[in-house]
């Protein structure tokens, strides 16, 4: 049989083989939370601040990774521009020769408009306030608010009886004279009589004669009471002294009403015609008074604040005989039919006046007209899709359109969008635009080559016109 070993015994006999000493140095440890505060780490304990350094470093290398692979060399910040080289590389040195594309237009001739332009007001033709002439109480209101009424037209009626009483005593007391008058004559024909047969005083005569001719005078006084009766009883009907537009009515019916009354009825505007009164400068009064005094008729349009909206159009009227010097100013009236109530009263407009047209002028769009220090200038497109700087002198500029005094001709292609990216000499990719500014297809240059495929759309399809 395997006997086990004696394990025990060893045991025993390493403890008897210990030194004393060594066990009396032996300590028990003290429990994990009986340690105080201020015991020194061992130092195989990792450092917290040696931790955080660690990362940081860990971070910081991840970092300059990440960076190093977005921007190495060939590599594009979006994918269209990748693109935009690569086709570029094909024609040129690393895409350096590679056309800018641009939008384009064609100088052109036609006649243009020299306007004088001023803020203006429209002014009513006419306005009355209507008021009653006689006093009495407001019976009707023969009108709706905001009517159009013509010059006659009933308003409002008053109480008559007042007046037609008036009317009857004037009357009455015509009658009366009348019969007394009649009187006078009759016994003046008996003096006359009597005085041949010097049957009475000569002076009885002279006094019938004078008494006769007290009631005629009687009669026209009554007769002058009557027309002034008929004529207040004629007040109690309010009608308009004009025609036009009626605003809100300013008393009630059932009121009483005096014609010293200041607001009276209602006000009336009238609208058609209608007057602009507007200014301008008046160094452009040279502009202006020759056509005047020659008899012209200058042509006026209205617009809205914006200067967007055409209003109407009318004809110069009258020019002020002065200036203001508060503002350098001359005032201008302006008449215009109105016929579909466009102009409204107090209404702020935008007047130009038409004062000279240009014949067959050269205009290209005012997007193309660019300003240096030294010069004004275009680029001019040229037959071999490149382009050059060429300086210009603007006449005017009028809407969307430069009218250009010398530098161009009709035909001429200039660059109208895209010229932050030109240079003298550059090569363009055209895409022309119609009058609207919409791209209409590519350009083509002398013997109709390059810019565009056939059909007339430019290399890579067309392209939207930038705004």
């Known amino acids: ?71 190495r060399p060939g590599q594009n910040k979006n994918p269209g521009q990748g693109q935009d080289q690569a086709r570029g590389a094909a024609g040129g040195k690393g895409g350096q020769d590679r056309p800018v594309p641009v939008l384009a237009a064609a100088a052109k001739t036609k006649d243009v408009g020299v306007y004088l332009t001023g803020l203006g007001t429209v002014a009513p033709l006419n306005t009355v306030g209507v008021k009653s002439r006689v006093d009495g109480q407001l019976l009707r209101i023969a009108f709706h608010e905001g009517q159009i009424v013509h010059a006659g037209d009933l308003l409002a009626e008053l109480d008559p009886r007042p007046f037609q009483v008036q009317l009857m005593q004037a009357e009455g007391q015509k009658a009366k004279d009348e019969a007394a008058l009649q009187n006078a004559r009759v016994d003046l024909k008996r003096y006359q009589v009597l005085i041949q047969e010097d049957s009475i005083p000569r002076q009885q005569l002279d006094t019938q004669a004078a008494t006769v001719a007290q009631f005629e005078a009687a009669l026209k006084s009554d007769q002058a009471l009557i027309e002034s009766a008929k004529l207040n009883l004629s007040y109690a009907r309010v009608t308009a002294p004009a025609g036009g537009r009626v605003g809100l009515r300013l008393v009630d019916v059932g009121n ?115 300003r240096s220090p030294q010069s004004t200038f275009v680029y001019l497109v040229k037959p071999d899709h490149t382009v050059e700087s060429r300086n210009v002198a603007v006449q005017m500029t009028e809407g969307d359109d430069a009218t250009i005094q010398s530098g161009l001709s009709a035909g001429d292609v200039v660059v109208v969008d895209g010229v932050d990216k030109l240079r003298p000499g550059a090569k363009v990719d055209v895409t022309m635009a119609d009058a609207a500014g919409n791209h209409t297809g590519g350009y083509r240059g002398a013997g109709g080559a390059g810019g565009a495929r056939s059909g007339g759309a430019p290399a890579g399809g067309p392209r939207k016109a930038r705004s």
């Open 256 to 370: 009483i009403v005096h014609a010293s009354d200041p607001n009276g009825i209602v006000v009336i505007t009238q609208l058609q015609p209608i007057d602009v009164l507007f200014t301008i400068p008046a160094d452009h009064l040279s502009q202006v008074l020759p056509k005047v005094h020659a008899g012209q008729s200058l042509a006026v349009d209205a617009y809205d604040r914006d200067l967007k909206n055409k209003l109407a159009t009318g004809n110069l009227l009258a020019v002020d005989n002065q200036i203001d010097p508060t503002t350098g100013t001359v005032r201008l009236k302006a008449l215009f039919p109105n016929g579909d109530e466009a102009l409204f009263p107090n209404q702020f407009v935008n007047a130009r006046l038409l004062v000279d047209t240009l014949r067959g002028a050269v205009t290209v769009p005012a997007a193309a007209i660019q």
């Open 1 to 71: 049989m395997i006997s086990e070993p004696p394990v025990k015994e060893d045991v025993k006999q390493e403890k008897r083989a210990v030194p004393a000493t060594a066990r009396e140095t032996e300590k028990p440890a003290a429990p994990p939370d009986t340690m105080t505060p201020d015991t020194p780490d061992t130092p195989d304990e990792p450092q917290p601040r040696r931790r955080w350094l660690r990362w940081l470093l860990i971070l910081g290398a991840v970092a300059v990774a990440i960076y190093l692979f977005a921007h």
